[in-house]
């Protein structure tokens, strides 16, 4: 059972201003820097360094190493709760929260881009989101797989992800795996089945490369594909 002593320890960490709206802009699943959210807390980036430490000390904040950056998120779902519910209780005096924009400024790399040998932005994001809803992948953190009737599902579009017997160990660590979004903050597919899915849709005309360096264009073909196979909307790739 819970201790006083460490619900009021939770209770007073998310109880600071600065560090509830950092809290706050985390809501949305995405994943922050720390300069992101000292800006979002309304503090400096040394304070906002000492409240991240905390917050990921008692387990409600976890990092996200890419590179040579680092990313903060809910630790968990129960914290996600336990936030929306004291958003709840004071709805009425709940401050305005900060918008934080990330990612490039040019709306078509937002859209869709390459990301060295797969895409990324917003189609890539919901594309990773369909397909773990379809139950084609299983992802985890930093790893992930084609499930039995995933490889059906993309081999009846014409990606075939079956990797060779001679597939290295290396190899297979890298066959799929997430990879943090620069400008959504979730989520969007690596690997081996990244680059296939990303090359499946150069080769059927559902994205073009353009003059803009490193962005793809969703064509009316692309669109009706993704809608057809992936349930995504064109009106769900024009936000933000």
Known sequence: MTSQARFAE??????????ATMLNALLDGRALTATELAKAGGVTPQTASGHLARLTEAGLLTVVKQG??????LATLDVARMLESIMCVAAATSPKPVKIVTGPRSAALRTARDCYDHMAGRLAVLLADS???QGVLEITEDAGIVTADGRLFLESLGIVTRPSRSTSKKQQRLFCRPCLDWSERRPHLAGKVGTLLRNH????GWVRRTDERRALTITRRGEQAFHRHFGIHADDLKRG
């Open 68 to 73: 040579r950056h680092r990313y903060h998120r």
């Open 10 to 19: 939770i209770a007073a960490l998310v109880g600071d201003p600065g560090r």
């Open 201 to 204: 849709c150069l080769h059927q």
């Open 131 to 133: 397909l773990i809803t």
